[in-house]
């Protein structure tokens, strides 16, 4: 089970790691490809450079640099024996360094684990610690403090802050945009497109090869179960989270990430940010049971998200999906 359990996180961080290229390469190449530019620069060199310049980023960003500015805007509360004790037996079970153990000051029930450069910070929130039992705060810390560790997860984390920073690039060159031919408008609209869908993808692969990392740490799979079944019932107000600072991404630390909550409506459906939230939870609590009893995890992965979000909307009456 576990081959094959390893074999599901490889595929699914390989896919958000080509996901997170393609987007950024939408991007940037319409700028290079204009007419001033490719009578001088051959349009081969302007691919390899638009795949190339991702390709690097992706394989070398620096995770423990990253998680070491977010730390120094924590303003952690005292922790308590147990959550520490909870947080040094994930560690050695890793045989990895653990800086420290904090408390965050919030109601939302959450747990954050940082990878920095002298060792792992794992937080857990007020909220979680009042609300979660021993082994749903252990299930959840191992799913964050293993994920940030294992590798197919660390680059599948990497791909989810390429597409936070195609944010920050895109509305650099957005000035540009009306300067561009009609070809490259098409393509760079279709590469905003493409930048929109993108996160939800990335997310579904991190999530999943941390949850596997968390089965292989805990082999407590009905544990993280309970655990993620709790959270998605909090999710209406568990995106709301503040954690660090607005401009560091966050989102791949924490096991519910903050969100804007909005409304969606395609084709007479009709739903909320917090309602696609919790679809994600349940559809992570149904993963792992599955796997408690020894179920194929591959039935509860992206492609079983896109054909329960399809149902997501609908008409109350037609019960849970």
């Not at 989810?160 to 944010?167: A, D, H, N, P, V």
Request: proline fraction near 6%.
């Amino acid at each position: 089970m576990l081959t094959k359990l390893e074999s599901l996180s490889r595929r699914g961080a390989v896919a958000s790691a080509v996901q997170s290229v393609v987007g950024f390469a939408f991007v940037i190449t319409p700028w290079f490809f204009d007419r001033q530019c490719s009578p001088i620069i051959p349009w081969y060199y302007i691919v390899a450079i638009a795949l190339g310049v991702p390709i690097i980023l992706l394989l070398t960003w620096p995770l423990g640099r990253l998680a070491d500015a977010l730390a120094r805007h924590l303003r952690p509360l005292p922790t308590t024996n147990q959550f520490h004790n909870v947080a040094s037996e994930i560690a050695i079970a890793l045989n990895e360094p653990l800086e420290s153990v904090q408390v965050h000051d919030s109601s939302i029930p959450n747990i954050a684990s940082l990878p920095c450069t002298k060792g792992e910070i794992v937080v857990a929130t007020t909220g979680a610690l009042e609300r979660l039992s021993r082994h749903e705060i252990q299930a959840l810390v191992a799913a964050q403090f293993a994920g940030m560790r294992d590798r197919w997860c660390r680059l599948a984390t990497r791909a989810e802050i390429m597409w936070w920073s195609l944010r920050w690039l895109f509305l650099l060159m957005l000035p540009g945009f009306f300067f561009l031919n009609i070809p490259l408008i098409f393509v760079t609209y279709f590469g905003f497109v493409f930048y929109l869908m993108l996160p939800r993808w990335i997310e579904q692969a991190r999530d999943l090869c941390a949850d596997i990392a968390a089965v292989r740490v805990t082999l407590d799979p009905t544990s993280l179960g309970r655990a993620m079944r709790l959270l998605g019932e909090h999710s209406k107000e568990a995106i709301k989270i503040e954690f660090g600072a607005w401009y560091f991404p966050n989102s791949p630390f924490l096991v519910i990430p903050p969100r804007t909550e909005g409304a969606t409506t395609v084709g007479g459906r009709h739903w909320t940010t917090s309602e696609e939230v919790q679809l994600e939870f349940e559809l992570r609590a149904d993963r792992a049971e599955a796997l408690a009893a020894g179920a194929d995890p591959s039935l509860h992965t992206g492609k079983e998200f896109r054909r329960r979000w399809s149902q997501l909307g609908r008409s109350r009456r037609a019960g849970p999906v």
